[in-house]
């Protein structure tokens, strides 16, 4: 079966940053695409960033120029740097990617910027 774990998550305050790891398990081949989302409770899921495993990115308006998502193609994991935090930030961070045409969805770290 194929994993997706999360870790990394924590507390930061505002301007603080965090790092934020997923790795793959249950894969032979790196997966196309591996994407970052968040959610609030209560709130609809939004995307984060998103990496092919070719490394082109793409970062959602929000975030770009603070956070930087990298990919590991040989371990089948995705990073994301975040710098600059807001307490807007804060959100369950899940990380998601596709193989064999399928999606699969980690179980998500929380992230909580605060004074």
């Known amino acids: 079966q194929v994993q997706l774990v999360e870790s990394g998550g924590g507390s930061a305050q505002p301007g603080g940053s965090l790092r934020l790891s997923c790795a793959a398990t249950g894969l032979k081949s790196a997966m196309v695409i591996m994407r970052w989302y968040r959610q609030v409770p209560g709130e609809v899921r939004e995307f984060v960033a998103a990496a092919r495993s070719d490394n082109g990115t793409l970062y959602a308006n929000s975030v770009k120029g603070r956070f930087t998502i990298s990919r590991d193609n040989k371990k089948n994991a995705v990073y994301l740097e975040m710098n600059s935090l807001k307490p807007e930030d804060t959100a369950g961070y899940y990380c998601?990617?596709?193989?064999?045409?399928?999606?699969?969805w980690g179980q998500g770290t929380q992230v909580t910027v605060s004074s």
């Open positions: 998601e990617g596709w193989a064999a045409e399928r999606e699969y």
